[in-house]
């Protein structure tokens, strides 16, 4: 079996490409159905592949086993496919990771080694709740299921004896201090949060200790939105409200499950002409975007993306790197067992024969000394019968192929069947 991963992220692809090849949170589970199709389309004798979809707004990643000899090509041809994009404009943009090396990514991720930002804790909930979502389809088998638990136990083994999540700076405080730049005090601002999720939440969380004039949270749901918005003594609106309540909002935070925008160029402009050209700070961090990026033109508007944040991210990494270069020790024994694991399954099927036959030839003689004892046979003789019986179909195959073999191979199985047939008093 061929375990692989084959993906792109933030250091490989602009944000223009990686929105192209997001998935939408409820669509998970029918493109995962889709990627195990395509692997066994061209393998029709194999129905145990396996496939796995992480979807953030860093990353587009798909897990796979397959008895395929290249999957990986296959898998790669999928994305785009499922996509509708060239494959010749995305295939520069994949890695594409097999065996050893898919384990040793999908370690990094959830470890938070591969995040912008480093050690952020998010990217294991997320890479839990795509787990769930193919298991909920029937994406894993025994590989998937295998390397997602030691995944998950190599995270907690990370976080819990290193420091790599010791002074990281997250994308909310990034927006935090962004805004910072633009005014010169938050405690006077109007800000405005769309959507209602766990990153909704974190910058809701970090801008709330800096007390601005009020907090507003957009949501599709306005209870949903109400739920979130009295944590923080705030108000909740609907997003179809947008429209006219934009313009008194002076920072707007963005992150939705949308797959179109759902602030235009056109909105902001007139937001903007009704404040009376006064500054408004936008950061969008949802993949696909939330905000058009045009809206980037406009003077008064200071809009960022989530690749925009890097650079404030970036600060504090020197203190960290010890803890990274434990974090990677760590990662580096986890892989090589869970090879060792892989390795050790590729003879299952041979030890699963060698059983079957061996409780072939069992019974067999078993129901030949039920026979002469039935007719009356001496026990002791059957007893000798059986032993013998059983010895020598044990032995046959073995003696068979060595007098069948010549030269450099009969020599190699004359040295090898001592040892398989080594017996323990």
């Known amino acids: 079996m061929q375990l692989l991963a084959v993906g792109l992220n933030h250091t490989t692809a602009p944000l223009a490409i990686r929105e192209k090849v997001a998935f939408a949170p409820d669509k998970i589970g029918q493109a995962v159905m889709a990627a ?13 592949t396996e496939a796995a979809i992480l979807s953030t707004c860093n990353r587009t990643e798909l ?29 520069p943009h994949l890695y594409t990771l097999p065996q050893g090396e898919a384990v040793r990514h999908a370690f990094r ?40 638990q030691r995944t998950f136990s190599v995270a907690k083994e990370v976080r819990s004896t290193t420091e790599i999540g010791a002074h990281s700076v ?16 938050i405690s006077g601002q109007h800000v405005l949060f769309i959507g209602a999720g766990e990153m909704i939440e974190l910058c809701a969380t ?40 934009l313009p008194q909002f002076d920072i707007i935070i963005s992150c939705t499950a949308s797959t179109l925008p759902i602030i235009g160029l056109g909105l902001v402009e007139r937001a903007i002409k009704m404040r009376r050209h006064k500054p408004m700070f936008m950061v969008d961090l949802a993949v696909p975007r939330d905000i058009e990026p045009e809206v980037s033109r406009l003077n008064d508007v200071f809009l960022y993306t989530v690749d925009d944040l890097g650079s404030v991210i970036k600060s504090g990494m020197e203190s960290r790197m010890a803890a990274v270069a434990q974090a990677e020790a760590i990662i580096e024994t986890r892989v090589q067992s869970f090879m060792h694991w892989v390795d050790g399954r590729i003879v299952v099927p041979v030890i699963q024969e060698l059983q079957e036959n061996g409780e072939a030839l069992r019974l067999l003689e078993l129901d030949r000394a039920r026979r002469m004892l039935a007719k009356g046979d001496d026990i002791e003789l059957v007893l000798e019968s059986l032993s013998k019986g059983l010895t020598a179909k044990f032995l046959h195959g073995s003696q068979q192929a060595l007098h069948q073999t010549q030269g450099a191979d009969r020599a190699h199985l004359a040295a090898l069947l001592p040892q398989l047939f080594r017996s323990k008093r």
């Open 206 to 245: 970090h801008f709330a200790a800096q007390n601005p004039k009020s907090i507003t949270i957009a949501n599709r749901t306005l209870e949903r939105g109400a739920a979130l918005a009295h944590r923080f003594n705030g108000n909740a609106i609907r997003l179809a409200d947008l429209p006219e309540q």
């Open 109 to 148: 991720v959830a470890s938070g080694l591969d995040s912008m930002v480093l050690g952020e804790p998010q990217i294991l909930g997320q890479l839990k709740d795509a787990v769930r979502q193919s298991e909920a389809v029937g994406g894993l088998g025994t590989y998937l299921h295998q390397l997602f």
């Open 63 to 91: 897990y796979a086993a397959s008895k395929l000899s290249n999957p990986i090509d296959a898998t790669a041809h999928f994305l785009a496919d499922y996509h509708n994009l060239p494959y010749a404009e995305l295939r």
């Open 170 to 185: 997250s994308m909310a405080a990034a927006a935090v201090r962004l805004s910072q730049r633009i005014f010169d005090t």
């Open 36 to 48: 195990r199709q395509c692997l066994i389309r061209l393998d029709s004798t194999d129905s145990t």
